[in-house]
């Protein structure tokens, strides 16, 4: 059973760090590329980027990429989505999801994460 | 950038087919996909590799597609269909955009 489950809400103040995980199991970890999805308040999903495990190739959303970061742990089979700056604009809910890169859809994904960031 | 573009709303009533198109601004147009989006839930992917209904997926949930343009067919609207739906698709440098979404509302 496809598995992705996802660190818990978080609240900050902006310029803080922030790094969010998104546990995954019952498949192959290196084998299925890894994207990181953001869903503003009142506004549609976005797409922010990808990373294959087996060489950490990363693509990033050409409008947002330089903000955050996308890595992973092969070793606990994590994908982590990361801010060493966060801003109030970041204030959304994140979602992981893998993805069948034949045919590039996200075919399971976690319960997305709710970020909060507020002064 | 590669753009998808969808209608923001489509309205039926129940027992109606609902169509929602999504146009692609250049080409190549990659393998599309279709996600339901419900309020606090997460997506669901209802189509791949623009015709393909993953399991679990009821039948009348199907997808086209002609040139640079991709349709999300719901064949006998259910109350239950009323939801965000976001087509996606890939610009051939791995980049996979999604559209801005259409809101399906069952009258």
């Known amino acids: 059973d496809v598995q992705l489950v996802q660190s818990g809400a978080e609240a900050k103040k902006p310029g803080e760090s922030l790094k969010i995980s998104c546990k995954t199991s019952?498949?192959?970890?290196?084998?299925?590329?890894i994207g990181w999805v953001r869903q503003m308040p009142g506004k549609g999903l976005e797409w922010m980027g990808l990373?294959?495990?087996?060489?950490?190739?990363?693509p990033y959303s050409p409008s947002l990429q330089g903000h955050f970061t996308i890595s992973v742990d092969k070793s606990i089979t994590t994908a982590y989505l990361q801010w060493s700056s966060l801003k109030a604009s970041d204030t959304a809910m994140y979602y992981c999801a893998r993805q069948n890169h034949s045919w590039g859809a996200f075919d399971s994904w976690g319960q997305g994460t709710l970020v909060t960031v507020s002064s | 950038s590669y753009e998808l573009t969808q209608p923001p709303s489509v309205s039926v009533s129940p027992g109606q087919t609902a169509r929602i198109t999504c146009s692609a601004d250049?080409?190549?147009?990659?393998?599309a996909s279709w996600y339901q989006k419900k309020p606090g839930q997460a997506p669901v992917l209802v189509i791949y590799k623009d015709n393909e209904r993953p399991s679990g997926i009821p039948e009348r949930f199907s997808g086209s597609s002609s040139g640079t343009t991709v349709t999300l067919t719901i064949s006998g609207v259910q109350a239950e269909d009323e939801a965000d739906y976001y087509c996606q698709s890939g610009d051939g440098s791995g980049i996979y955009p999604f559209g801005g979404g259409t809101k399906l509302t069952v009258l």
């Open positions: 250049a080409l190549p147009k990659q393998y």
């Open positions: 019952g498949y192959s970890f290196s084998n299925y590329w």
């Open positions: 990373i294959f495990p087996g060489d950490s190739f990363s």
